[in-house]
T-cell receptor
């Protein structure tokens, strides 16, 4: 079954706390992504990972970092979260073996930073 | 840099109405264009891919075309149904930029029964 799983689905944190968002996929996809979704802004790319320990900044990487130690897992870390990081975060994966054109998205994590 | 402009933020239609959503893109490379659909409570999923100018892609009754001359691409459906209510995103991948996908801001479609 082709699936991207995000945990947790909902998260409430206080400003200044650290946040860890986790993503897993069962398709052995090499490429994984973190996007955030905000009203009126659509989906913005935070980071892209081409494989284990091969990560590149996206369009809005400031305030975020990522970790990919296994091909099937990709984590997004917010050190000292800020209120403007309240958003819905989506993880996705794709594979160059299938052309790389189809992104498979998880169901998202809704993060509120108070 | 690459960009995708999606002007229609919200569209409300009645069942059996015609749907037309338009996006424009800007890139210095060779784009592959997509439409993704996001249903409530879910992540986006691929609806259509259009790789050749003036050729149509089609899926689930939706059709997509793009015009290289005007750097625009369109999604249309002849007769929408209530189940088509969702957010539709246009997106572009520039082959020179690896696997990065640039999304438009989304069009929220509400179909009244």
């Amino acid at each position: 079954d082709m699936k991207v799983t995000q945990m947790p689905r909902y998260l409430i944190k206080r400003m200044g706390e650290n946040v860890l968002l986790e993503c897993g996929q069962d398709m052995s996809h090499e490429t994984m992504y973190w996007y955030r979704q905000d009203p009126g802004l659509g989906l913005q790319l935070i980071y892209i990972s081409y494989d284990v320990d091969s990560n590149s900044e996206g369009d809005i990487p400031k305030g975020y970092r990522v970790s990919r130690k296994k091909r099937e897992h990709f984590s997004l870390i917010l050190d000292s979260a800020k209120t403007n990081q309240t958003s819905v975060y989506f993880c996705a994966s794709s594979s160059p073996r299938t052309g790389g054109n189809t992104l498979y998205f998880g169901a998202g994590t809704r993060l509120s930073v108070l | 840099g690459d960009s995708v402009i999606q002007m229609q933020g919200q569209v409300t239609l009645s069942e059996n109405d015609f749907l037309f959503i338009n996006c424009t893109y800007s890139t210095t490379g060779y784009p592959t264009l997509f439409w993704y659909v996001q249903y409530s409570g879910e992540g986006p999923q691929l609806l259509l891919q259009v790789t050749t100018a003036n050729n149509k892609g089609s899926s689930r009754g939706f059709e997509a075309t793009y015009d290289k001359g005007t750097t625009s691409f369109h999604l249309q459906k002849t007769s929408v149904q209530e189940i088509d209510s969702a957010v539709y995103y246009c997106a572009m991948r520039d082959c020179n930029m690896g696997y990065k996908l640039t999304f438009g801001t989304g069009t929220s479609l509400l179909v009244d029964p």
